[in-house]
């Protein structure tokens, strides 16, 4: 009465009752690896790209700085310094802002073409599953009624 239950063998029941295929876990595993490893060089090579572009707009800024900044012989040609820093200014803001959106643009085509080759990929391995399982099953039933 006050013996403890064999949790061990019970769980040990449990789990003979529900196999497990070890090999559709490791390749469910790899293939989520393999997605993830994909869909990471696709954002570090956006990122890389971002960063050159943000370099070269920022050592862009600091020459148009630097060209504004000298000492000028009259008045006016300050003005003309801060028109011209401002229009170059403007000017490479639309430019760089166009590199970003095509890397944008890049990186969601090539997501989605990640994501519909797994899809395509899961939908074949589960199909294949269900078919081995649905196998399976019947020679279990076929077993079953032959005892």
Known sequence: M????????????????????NAAMQDAFK???????????????????SADISTAW????????TEMTKVKAEPTDYAKAMTDFASASAES???????FAEIAKKVQMDTV????SAGK????????????????????????TVK
């Open 113 to 116: 073409e990640l994501m519909m």
């Open 58 to 65: 920022t050592k862009e800024t600091l020459s148009r700085l």
């Open 2 to 21: 006050t013996k403890t239950p064999d949790m061990t063998a019970m769980f040990k029941d449990i789990m003979g009752a529900f196999p497990v295929d």
């Open 121 to 144: 990929e899961f939908q074949s391995d589960a199909t294949a599953a269900a078919t081995k399982t649905a196998e399976n099953a019947q020679a279990a039933a076929k077993k079953s």
């Open 93 to 99: 803001a639309a430019e760089h802002m166009a590199a």
């Open 31 to 49: 293939n989520t690896a393999s997605l993830n490893e994909k869909l990471s060089g696709v954002a570090f090579d956006a990122a890389e790209k």
